[in-house]
């Protein structure tokens, strides 16, 4: 049973243009979303985080909108850059003993910037 | 800061096999956790741990078993390797609270089990 959904292998957009990437979840208990992203031979670094009281979040060229009733998030990146090329996983927490320290994970999404 | 660190980057063992898997991080946080990530299913929750002498199982628990005997470290066991742990093993630490879904993660051990 996958509680976090990325439907989207794969994700190519030109240089310059807006990159939207998706995530779908099922467990309502959910509270705190985040994205990682993920460079080959490396571990997944923190990018971005929305709480479920928010339906907004920016940071820089980074935006995450949470759409509660829909149980959808998406990350959008403004302009793209080569650099963003990466695998990008979507996480949400259900909270835990000392805070969010639970994280499920989606299958991850390849996105490539093509100069 | 080192961060957090995973020895070894490559192993390969054969089935029936035991060894263990290294974690140390030096940011003194409270949470530490291991991830396994396989083709086409994400990354997997194994145990964690969320202070020194506290760990508990996630999502995949099985034939894996971990300790937690200090805050800087957080080593997993593999009792008896079998094919399906083929897998990249990430650790992952984090402070306690409301900033623990910020997880640090090392640079991962790509085991093979044969």
């Known amino acids: 049973d996958q509680q976090v959904k990325q439907n989207s292998p794969s994700l190519s957009v030109q240089e310059g243009r807006i990159s939207i990437l998706n995530c779908d979840y099922t467990?309502?208990?959910?509270?705190?979303f985040l994205w990682y992203k993920k460079y080959p031979a490396e571990g997944p670094t923190f990018l971005i985080s929305?709480?479920?009281?928010?339906d907004k979040n920016e940071d820089g060229r980074f935006t995450v909108f949470l759409n509660k009733s829909a149980k959808h998030l998406s990350l959008h990146i403004v302009p793209s850059q080569p650099g963003d090329s990466a695998v990008y996983f979507c996480?949400?927490?259900?909270?835990?003993?000392?805070?969010?320290?639970?994280?499920?994970f989606g299958t991850g999404t390849r996105l490539t910037i093509i100069p | 800061n080192a961060g957090v660190t995973q020895t070894p980057k490559f192993q390969v063992l054969k089935t029936g096999q035991s060894m263990t898997l290294q974690c140390a991080q030096d940011?003194?946080?409270?949470?530490m956790s291991w991830y396994r990530q396989d083709p086409g299913m994400g990354l997997r929750l194994i145990h964690y741990?969320?202070?020194?002498?506290?760990?508990d199982q996630g999502e995949v628990p099985n034939g894996y078993n971990v300790s937690r005997s200090t805050t800087e470290d957080f080593p997993l066991r593999l009792l008896s390797a079998a094919p399906s742990q083929t897998s990249v093993y990430f650790c992952?630490?984090?402070?306690?609270?409301?900033?623990?879904?910020?997880?640090?993660f090392g640079p991962g051990t790509r085991l093979t089990v044969t």
């Open positions: 992952a630490s984090s402070l306690s609270g409301s900033q623990a879904h910020e997880q640090y």
């Open positions: 467990n309502s208990m959910f509270d705190y």
């Open positions: 929305i709480s479920s009281i928010k």
């Open positions: 996480a949400a927490s259900a909270g835990g003993v000392f805070g969010n320290e639970k994280l499920t």
């Open positions: 940011m003194n946080h409270e949470y």
């Open positions: 741990s969320v202070g020194a002498g506290i760990t």
